[in-house]
């Protein structure tokens, strides 16, 4: 089963997480997008646009009535609860588009499967009109004849896969066909109360109170029905693959042969949470663990539960911590009611996959070659446990790329089963090893995918920690701190030698930091930005807790001669403390501490990490603020507004073209991260010549209330943002 994307919820106080890569072409940038629609209903769209005031209490300023989501985007089309107009509104950015005033009477929209129309379903006492809209401006393109006329509130229609101007309508009288607005033929009465049409000749109609029926049609309204199943059925019809699903009961086309199934066949894909499935059953909502099918949450557990009435949800999950109760008519945040729901656990570095040794790949010992995807299993390895993930941290290795064309090749890693999405997270030239941080949710049973774009190339994976759902044990919260440096043996004159190992201690200055309830014995891990300065021979490093033994697992690799950094989280040993240990060659090394995972109190929401299948945010490449070829000038410090203002963002943010060795730093646009000469204080991202690939997931602060990313760039560029996650607010000092 393909899994859907959905809406995003908005929250206060942020910070953004981000990968930056430096890349060269289009070519090694990211794959066009393929992501798919998630599956809308008009309660899921009713919360698009909502916004949570960081104190409990969740504001729908744009609230959709009779929401439905557009074929392939993650668009929804609705009516403006406050305007009126039918409007198309994008969930990543809020952004609404509004069309026409809509008449009196609606009680439902319909988009048609190639999303050109907007079908309004229209009461006029008792004749129901059909009006069609389109899709592109939301005008009105006319009314199809003089309606449907019906003897009760049964009416079902949908629109014809393969044929756009096609649609089926069924009611108690008769089923209808329209071509572009024109009846074109009708078939005898039906009892109607749902109805599916699986292609341009066969639909399916259930009656209220009967059995199901099978509807056979031309483009020309020739009409045949039949009865497939005799008996009552209780519940919506819904095509499951090649399945007919009806209320609890699955049914195999063509033959409509039942066949057993249990409730998490049954469960429909929660619209953002990749690892988690929801099924609205007759007393309520089931979550279910997308890795095992095991029930999460029953309907009157505390997670679906109003916690000051005690009375029962009956809604569907709509995604980023929300409920939509369906017979209220309201919101609510369920994070306080969801135990350890994007809690952190780290583990010390290990190896869960390597292609060199088939590891992780059943003993196979395979490259991955061009265009081509593999599955991981991350969940029961490294000390990641087997179920109760939501998402994983993993350093992703691309070691020793070869046979690339352009010279170029690209890794993209995301949720297992989820369309490939368009974006980048490792880059890496022929003839080089590349790794990068990942923060990504795992789906299906505790995979990931990932795909290789050109030429051929080794993959390695480690696993760093996890963020659980809510049966896991309780866990640590993010949380943001002014960058600062822990170490740099530039200042000593003493680099790290073949065999070496350096100790860092950040804790004294952390526990400085003015969190509530904390210091430094709270800690468990560390976000740490390690920058490797021209070092004598190409290598590796490897960040570990002081007092464990040497992993296997590398935290970053260089060249010789090269500046190279990249973003490590670590689990912390006793006092807080972590090694730096350097193979071969010297090396200087410089520390610079972001963030923490602490044990704060879990009474708060802050700190939970919330993953999203990724998306691209902006490529100034497309558009830029820049004139000419769009690239950032060198010394140019620019203020962006995040999409999602008041939350955490996690992202990968690619610079290409670059036009020679240089630096990119982000920083708040509400704090002090510059130096008095107006220059960063830390970067976020070295490189050492023209055109080089390199990449380094960087955390920044973007501010408390009017989020917003501050870049500079020492040396033109290009930039490319892809998103995949936040951390909830209140989780930063002030």
Known sequence: MRRNQGRRSTITRCAIVVALTTVVSTSHVGAEGRDRPWSGSDAAALTLGATYDGWGAWNVPGALRHGVSIPDTTEVVGIDVHTKRLTRLDPRTTEATSGAVMPAGVFRLLVSPGATWVYAFIDEASVRRIARYSLTSLESDGSFGTGVSTTGPELAAAGVPGDEGLLLVASADDVSLFRDGELVGAGQPLDVFSMVVVDGTTAYAKGSG????????????????????????????????????????????????????????????????????????ARGIKIYDATSGALLVEPVARCLEDAATGVEYSGVIVGGGVIYDTNAGKVADIFDRCGSYGEFTPVPPDRVFDSRTGEGNRGIVRRLAADSTIRVKIHGRGGVPEFGVESVVLNVTAVHQANSASGWNYLTVWPA???????????????????????????????????????????????????????????????????????????????LGPGQA???????????LSFPSWDRHDVTALVLNVTAVQSTTGGHLRVYPSGSALPPASSMNFAANEDVNRLVTVKTGPAGKVDVWN?????????????????????????????????????????????????????????????????????????????????????SASIDDFEPSGLWKTSSLNFSSTDETIGNQSIVFTGYIDGGVEIYTSTRTHLVVDLFGYYTARGSPT
């Open 583 to 667: 193979p071969a060659g010297f090396v200087d090394v410089v520390v610079d501490v972001v963030g923490a995972y602490v044990d704060i109190d879990h009474a708060s929401q802050a700190g939970r990490f919330v993953g999203w299948v990724p998306f691209r945010w902006f490529d100034t490449r497309e558009a830029s603020p820049y004139p000419g070829d769009g690239r950032f000038p060198a010394g140019e410090l620019r203020t962006f507004s995040v999409p999602y203002p008041e939350e955490n963002l996690v992202a990968n943010v690619t610079a290409t073209q670059t036009a020679g060795s240089g630096y990119v730093s982000l920083g």
């Open 417 to 495: 089963g989820y369309d490939q999405p368009t974006v980048s997270s490792v880059n890496v030239a022929n003839g080089a090893t590349v790794g990068n941080m990942v923060t990504v949710s795992t789906a299906a049973d505790g995979h990931v995918d990932v795909y290789s774009n050109a030429g051929d190339v080794d993959l390695v994976i480690d696993v760093m920690g996890y963020f659980a759902s809510a049966i896991a044990p309780r866990g640590s919260r993010y949380v943001s701190v002014p960058k600062f440096r822990a170490a740099d043996t530039r200042n000593t004159g003493t680099p």
């Open 210 to 281: 009967t059995g199901v029926s099978r509807i056979t049609f031309g483009g020309t309204g020739v009409f045949d029905v039949a009865e497939v199943l005799s008996e009552f059925v209780d519940g919506f019809l819904r095509l499951q693959g090649p399945d007919m699903l009806i209320g609890d009961r699955l049914f195999s086309l063509p033959s409509f042969v039942e066949r057993p199934a249990t409730e998490f066949d049954l469960a429909r894909p929660d619209p953002i949470y990749p690892a988690r499935y929801f099924h609205d059953g």
């Open 502 to 512: 350096m100790t860092v201690s950040p804790g004294s200055k952390l526990g400085a």
